[in-house]
């Protein structure tokens, strides 16, 4: 049974993530976006060989495989504040450093197909925690990396940082391959 998810006031999430949930926010279903966008990826990268999923926009920025690496990094740390903040969790949750995260990972060995299965998996099992919260759940607050978030901010920020880093791709990376 579809969710209907409101959109998040402003004092529920920090500035700098702000960009995510206006993203978000211009799907007309954002809990409908979490599934559209597994064929989002499948459609994009997915049809992307090994050699291809090794480019690099730049020297310096990500590979395509390390891009989807961080998705799923992120996709971890974003439902795991998810999972405690609606369970009404106050104890603050820290930050983390994606650029760590994607170095010592190491997803240029990983195969572009288990990034994405990976990423599939962690979605799915996000789809069905989120359409079994209760409905009061969405609305409770917590604390990570130091800002204020609420649990239905969350699932804004899940679908806009996914939105974010497709564009990119679409933008700077597959046009150049």
Known sequence: MPKIISIPNTDEYA??????????????????????????????PGKLSEEQALFRD????????????????????????????SRNDTIPLPGFEQDDYVREAGYDNYSLRDLIAEFEHLRRANILFIQNMKGEALLYRGTASGYPVSARALVYMLVGHVDHH???????YLPNI
């Open 166 to 172: 497709m564009a990119s791709l679409h933008e700077k």
């Open 15 to 44: 500035e700098f993530y702000a960009g995510y949930v206006q993203r978000a926010q211009q799907r007309t279903d954002v809990f409908a976006a979490l599934s559209f966008q597994i064929e989002e990826i499948l459609a994009g």
């Open 58 to 85: 730049a020297p310096r920025e990500w590979s395509i495989k390390e891009v989807m690496g961080h998705l799923n990094d992120v996709e971890r740390v974003f439902s795991y504040r998810l999972l405690r903040i």
